[in-house]
């Protein structure tokens, strides 16, 4: 056997380096190293610095510092499958520093991660990839970026993987992607529910609880809740809710199932299974704050369903939310105020909370949490609409002031609920008054101003509500309450145009408010709505009528008409016609213009005794102002009694303060009333016996301070009033009244002028004299004594509403105006099936006093035009 050789050991080659291990200790040197092209040192590298990162967030921060990052993206897409998964792992850990995401998003590398959520690559890639993209969704932008790049697709297909970490990131990156609304729609495409509630099934409860939370956000769109009844969805959720060791997964399931509850056969199929009373047991038992809320939040949604309202309160639902009320966590108060609202439509349950439950949410109204104030005013709003008893408890429990305070939340939910409160209690009037004393109408100043379209409605109701009586009106004005109202008549909102229209209606029940209205451009602003077909609404026709039935001067000058039931009262004046859109000017600017050529203005003016007239001025000397030196009126005084009062209120004065309502006097009607007036009338003559005689311009104080302006006095009409309701009120027959009245007004006025001689009737000339006399562009209508068409028929109405005689006044061409009235019709008394329509007729004041012109016959035509 020959002898063995050795074989001699190759030399390794001359130009490869032999392996040597260096221990690195500075990070810069290791960043260095991910420029090599050596895949082994890359990788090494990638290796070391995966490590140094995952100690804390100061290293991630030194390792942005360095520049790595700007490598590493490069590494993403290594040929190297070692290099590429160290390079993920590493972005996964560095993606939650927010200063690397920020990088991130600027490098645009989010479709290398993606890509690296393929099937074919590794269990380790799937999981740092996934958490990359949790890290960077947790930001808008970064939402907005993976889902455009189309990550939600195989983030959705992960949800299937082995691996409980690739499961855990995969549904957290998803959680917050359906955060935005795309992302939702995005699901319904993907099918994404089957794994997703798949996932409820896991043995890791972070999981489950991320699952809840996905789906807690989804189940808001109808096609999700669909989807996941069509899965078996209800069955798993109930399976939570009945395992008592997942209760910490119970708050977001209760979530998901009150979502669930919007749907109708959702919601029988959790009926069916039980489920409302699981909902009512974790609401009564549970301690847990966010349990008993999320528990009451699905009461909410299942008490939409009148069915559902009935089984609960059935269950005595009312108790277990009273209860929850008294909680000491905010969310789970408004959450159970949220449930009374709802479940106050069902009118037994409404009832129970008269005693327990409307106490208990007029001190949530006090509450610092604003949300709190809104859910318990939203609950009490609810229970004392159509509720008497229910407002009286609010009442009773205190409740006016905290309702008050809370006009000046700054949540428009809390003050438009908190005014509908108000606005229903101050139906009845002994709440009314309670809430008038605690100054409701400066706290609905800020309401009234709110951009909110709701806020500014309810307190519009709220003025309408509570503006019944004059102090409450003159209040509101005072406050400057009504320039913001008038300004709602402007609103595009139906509804607050109309709740505006309702308040000034309201507050237009007196001259001075009408007056002040109008100033303001009401009138103007409600006859253009009316104009509108669209915008118009009864309302505000009907504040339209009311501010010109409480402004008769104006609707006068406007309308050129007075109807029987617009009573002429002290103040009246007649400027003329005017133009819609132009003002009607104070008469106390009136009086106080210098004297000018244009027709005089008449004035009513019956207080003579107890009115303090102005100071004098050199223009208007007290010697002749309204009263002695000018006319006949001391001539009048002699030919009536010795001693007369010049200032008495007339028999009818209260009677005619109301300007609607009043029915024209017709016949047997007016007999009937007869003696009332009668009554009245001897009580009058027998008070002005008593009384003495007081001068006819009214002594004034000198040296006191300027004081209110008043309508300087008119002794002359005094007069006329005086003896009118003697000798013409006692009249039993209307008819009759009608003619002495009219014969009594012209022969005041000069008496019968014949038709040939009208031209010959010097009237204009006594009117200017009375003006250059009086220094005044205001003419009382005592003082005139030759009295043209409109001078008799302005007396004629004034004197007939204080007798309560129904007449109407009418304006009509080149200074005609005549007066209207309705009697019945002789022939039609006796017969079977009641009376005949009155017959309407012209009184004639000119031609032959006392004269009835049947309406629309040839003789009341020539009466009326030239």
């Known amino acids: 056997m020959g002898k063995k050789i050795k074989k001699e050991v190759e030399p390794p080659p001359k130009d490869v380096f032999d392996p040597i291990t260096i221990e690195i200790k500075k990070a810069a040197t290791v960043v260095l190293m991910l420029n090599s092209p050596e895949e082994e040192i890359l990788a090494k590298a990638c290796e070391a610095i995966y490590r140094f990162a995952l100690k804390g967030e100061e290293n991630k921060a030194t390792l942005l510092e360095l520049g790595a990052v700007e490598p590493l993206t490069k590494l993403l897409t290594h040929e190297d499958k070692i290099v590429r998964r160290n390079t993920t792992m590493i972005f996964g850990i560095m993606a939650s520093n927010n200063d690397v995401k920020k990088l991130l998003r600027e490098l645009d590398i989010m479709n290398s991660i993606i890509a690296q959520l393929a099937p074919d690559e590794e269990i380790v890639i799937h999981e740092f990839a996934s ?54 729609t995005a699901l319904q495409e993907l099918n994404a529910i089957p794994p997703i509630l798949e996932l409820l099934k896991s043995e890791y409860p972070v999981i489950q609880l991320l699952a809840l939370k996905t789906l807690s956000l989804i189940s808001h769109d109808k096609e999700i809740r669909t989807m996941l009844r069509d899965n078996q969805g209800v069955d798993q959720l109930n399976k939570i809710l009945e395992t008592k060791e997942w209760n910490d997964l119970h708050i977001e399931a209760l979530a998901v199932v009150a979502n669930c509850l919007e749907d109708t ?22 301690t847990i704050p966010e349990i008993q809320k999320n528990a009451a939040k699905a009461i909410t949604k299942a008490a939409n369903d009148a069915e559902n309202r009935k089984f609960f309160h059935e269950q005595e639902v009312e108790k277990c939310l009273v209860t929850l009320l008294g909680s000491e966590n905010d969310g789970t108060k408004i959450a159970a105020s949220q449930a009374i609202s709802v479940m106050c439509e069902n009118t037994s349950s409404k009832e129970s909370f008269n005693t327990q439950g409307i106490p208990q949410l007029i001190q949530l109204l006090k509450s610092d949490n604003e ?65 008038q004393s605690c100054g409701i109408m400066l706290a609905l100043l800020q309401p009234l101003r709110s951009a909110n379209t709701e806020v500014q409605s309810k307190a519009a109701l709220t003025v309408a509500a509570t503006a019944c009586d004059y102090d409450a009106r003159t209040e509101l004005k005072n406050s400057g309450g009504l320039e913001p109202l008038v300004e709602l008549l402007h609103s595009k909102n139906d509804e607050v145009r109309r709740n505006a229209s309702w308040a000034i209606m309201v507050c237009a029940s007196d001259e001075s408010m009408s007056t002040e209205l109008y100033r303001l451009g009401a009138l103007e602003i409600l006859e253009e709505i009316n104009q509108s077909v669209r915008r118009k609404n009864k309302f505000s026709e009907l504040a339209y009528n009311k501010l010109l039935n409480y402004n008769l001067s104006l609707k006068y000058s406007l309308l ?55 100071q004098p001025t050199e223009d ?79 002594k004034s104080n000198e040296g006191t301070a300027e004081r209110e302006w008043h309508l300087p006095p008119d002794p002359d009409f005094c007069i006329y009033v005086y003896e009118v309701t003697k000798s013409i009120l006692p009249i039993i027959n209307i008819k009759d009244q009608i003619v002495s009245l009219a014969k009594y007004v012209a022969e005041k006025m000069g008496g019968k002028i014949p038709k ?98 049947k309406l629309r016959s040839k003789e009341a035509d020539l009466y009326r035009y030239l």
């Open 131 to 184: 958490l990359c993209l949790a890290n960077m969704s947790v930001e808008f932008t970064g939402k907005v970026q993976i889902f455009e790049c189309g990550g939600l697709e195989p983030l959705i297909r992960l949800l299937n993987s082995p691996d409980p970490d690739v499961k855990k990131n995969s549904i957290e990156c998803i959680y917050n992607l359906v955060q935005d609304f795309q992302c939702r």
């Open 265 to 286: 056969e959702t919601m029988a199929l959790i009926h069916q299974s039980g489920g409302l009373k699981k909902l009512l047991t974790f609401a009564e038992n549970s």
């Open 371 to 435: 949300k709190v104030k809104e859910a318990a005013a939203l609950a009490l709003a609810n229970l004392t609409t159509n509720n008497p008893a229910n407002a009286n408890a609010a009442a009773e429990a205190d409740g006016i002031d905290p309702l008050i305070n809370t006009l000046r939340s700054k949540r428009d939910g809390a003050i438009a609920n908190a005014a509908t409160v108000l606005t229903n209690m101050a139906l009845q009037e002994p709440l009314r008054a309670s809430i």
């Open 560 to 614: 050129c008409y007075l109807s029987s039931s617009n009573i002429i009262t002290d103040g009246f004046y007649d400027y003329g016609r005017i133009n819609p859109g132009t003002k009607l000017p104070p008469l106390k600017d009136l009086w106080s213009q210098e004297l000018n050529d244009h027709r005089p203005v008449l004035s009513i003016n019956s207080k003579c005794s107890d009115v303090v007239s102005p």
């Open 620 to 698: 208007k000397p007290l010697d002749t102002a309204y009263g002695r030196s000018v006319s006949t009126a001391s001539s009048l005084r002699k030919g009536s009694k010795e001693k007369i009062t010049i200032g008495f209120a007339s028999p009818t004065e209260e009677k005619s303060e109301s300007t609607s309502g009043r029915n024209t006097a017709i016949s047997k009607s007016g007999s009937r009333d007869r003696g009332p007036r009668k009554g009245r009338g001897k009580k009058e003559e027998e008070k002005v016996k008593e009384e003495e005689e007081v001068p006819a311009t009214p």
């Open 756 to 853: 040939e001689k009208l031209q010959d009737f010097s009237w204009e000339l006594h009117i200017s004299e009375l003006k250059y006399q009086l220094k005044s562009n205001v003419v009382p209508i005592g003082l005139v004594k030759k009295g043209f068409f409109y001078h008799r028929a302005l007396l004629f109405k004034a004197l007939a509403d204080r007798i309560a005689v129904g007449c109407s006044l009418v304006r009509g061409e080149y200074g005609r105006a005549w007066n209207e009235v309705k009697l019945m019709n002789e022939s039609s008394k006796g017969k079977i099936g009641g009376f005949l329509p009155p017959h309407e007729y012209i009184v004639d004041l000119m031609f032959s006093p006392g004269t009835l012109l």
